[in-house]
């Protein structure tokens, strides 16, 4: 049997990266192998991160936002923007959250939910 499939990290325009996940590897733990190269990239400039989830997620592992979080506080992730590819409200709802710890600890990163990639996409490229 093949091994199941890994998240994968994509740089699709410079600093704009994004995160593809597989089905049933959204907990922290199954991230952990991206960040090297995420924080060899923001070596040169923040960068927007984009996360594409399997098609259907409407809940995020507990474990999945505290990971990303401490990236960015504790490992020196310097991220300008957030978005995640989904149209699930359940889902939006907690961006919103994830923003809101961001902002509280002084943060003024982006965050965006929208249904495909390639919004996503043009909205980060197109950031400031």
Not at 89 to 102: D, E, K, P, S
């Amino acid at each position: 049997a093949r091994m199941a499939e890994e998240n994968t990290a994509h740089e699709l325009a410079p600093g704009v990266w994004v995160v593809r996940f597989v089905e049933g590897k959204l907990a922290g733990a199954d991230c952990a192998h991206l960040l090297p190269p995420l924080l060899e990239s923001v070596k040169q400039r923040p960068i927007a991160l984009l996360a594409a989830l399997p098609p259907g997620t409407a809940i995020i592992p507990a474990t999945l936002a505290p990971f990303w979080l401490n990236a960015v506080l504790l490992k020196g992730l310097k991220v300008r923007a957030i978005g995640v590819v989904n149209a699930n409200r359940a889902l939006r709802v907690a961006m919103l959250g994830f923003q809101a710890a961001l902002k509280l600890r002084g943060s003024d990163i982006q965050v965006n939910t929208l249904p495909t990639e390639a919004e996503l996409v043009a909205w980060a490229t197109a950031l400031p």
